[in-house]
């Protein structure tokens, strides 16, 4: 009964991060930069919400403004380096270093508990009669399904299709007239919009929001596409491959929950993530060698035939003489 309350929780956890996926998704994969402002920028929608609800916003409003603060602090990373010209990886730590100071002079203190305020999820639990884990997973499933949509929809535009060049092949748009750095800024801001938003709805399933809670974002990211890409591949589609990163973030979660249940000591959740991370990363690769070895062998029975029926030609032959 406790693991598959564990397991609960853990899908309607793995949806609201599978949000930060997506965000880690768009950089990572489209435009193909590792970008780690997202660490920050988590926890950064996280307290910001928090903080407008202790004071009195809606939660829902709360969320917009948790998005719009992310695209900030996207738009820091992507000027400092399109315009300044430090490398990105240098400029996203440089972002996410600063983050820890703005998220504690936005809550004032290191974390910021939502005790006794109404968040999307209590107003759902008090509407509907919904336990907070079923509350968490509607939210879930609703925030994903529309993300997806929007999405899909973004990335088959003209301005989508040119993020995704730019991505792909950076010299070659170029050269075609499109300004390569403005997209770069562009899916920075979208991507840590899209993490913000998903730190805020976080903080408000969890009850606080805390400066630290944002630390192995970027780690849990990469894992979740990378269990995603392994595990449902690339069949239908844009649209499946967006599915199949939240599914692999609520895998990751899954998994989390199973190892705590089974004896893990929370202490140790960082070494089994970057075992997962190592472990799916490796999986492509073996997946290649037994394909390879798979190719071989019929060039190898192919061969072995061929070479019987040669032999069997030359028997009668030598008999006849």
Not at 125 to 136: A, D, P, Q, W
Not at 246 to 263: D, E, F, N, T
Request: charged fraction near 15%; aromatic fraction near 8%; hydrophobic fraction near 50%.
């Amino acid at each position: 009964m406790g693991l598959l309350l564990a397991v609960e929780g853990a899908i309607s956890q793995g949806l609201l991060w599978g949000v930060m996926t997506l965000g880690v998704y768009l950089t990572f994969r489209i435009l193909d930069i590792a970008d780690l402002t997202v660490d920050g920028s988590f926890a950064t929608g996280g307290a910001l919400s928090a903080v407008l609800i202790v004071n009195g916003m809606d939660p829902l409003f709360s969320l917009l403004f948790a998005f719009l603060v992310g695209m900030v602090t996207g738009l820091a990373t992507g000027l400092m380096n399109t315009k300044l010209k430090i490398h990105v990886l240098l400029a996203s730590i440089l972002t996410q270093i600063a983050l820890y100071s703005v998220n504690i002079r936005i809550m004032g203190k290191a974390n910021t508990p939502l005790l006794g305020v109404d968040t999307v999820m209590k107003i759902l639990s008090e509407k509907f009669g919904f336990s907070s884990t079923l509350s968490s997973l509607v939210v879930g499933v609703i925030v994903t399904i529309i993300l997806v949509a929007i999405l899909y929809w973004f990335f088959g535009t003209e301005l989508g299709s040119a993020m995704r060049a730019t991505g792909n092949n950076e010299h070659m748009v170029r050269a075609l007239g499109v300004n390569t750095d403005t997209m770069k800024i562009m899916g920075l801001m979208f991507a840590n919009g899209l993490v913000a938003f998903s730190g805020a709805l976080v903080a408000q399933s969890q009850g606080y929001a805390d400066v630290q809670m944002g630390t192995g974002t970027i780690v849990i990211g990469l894992a979740s596409i990378i269990i995603g890409e392994v595990i449902f591949g690339k069949h239908f589609g844009f649209w499946y491959t967006l599915i199949s990163v939240v599914l692999g973030s609520v895998v990751y979660r899954i998994i989390i929950a199973v190892v705590l249940q089974l004896g893990l000591k929370s202490t140790d959740l960082k070494l089994l993530t970057a075992l997962i991370v190592a472990i799916s990363l490796s999986v492509p690769v073996f997946k290649e060698r037994i394909q390879r070895r798979r190719r071989s062998l019929p060039g190898t029975n192919l061969a072995t035939e061929a070479d019987t029926r040669h032999a069997d030609t030359k028997i009668p032959d030598e008999n006849k003489n």
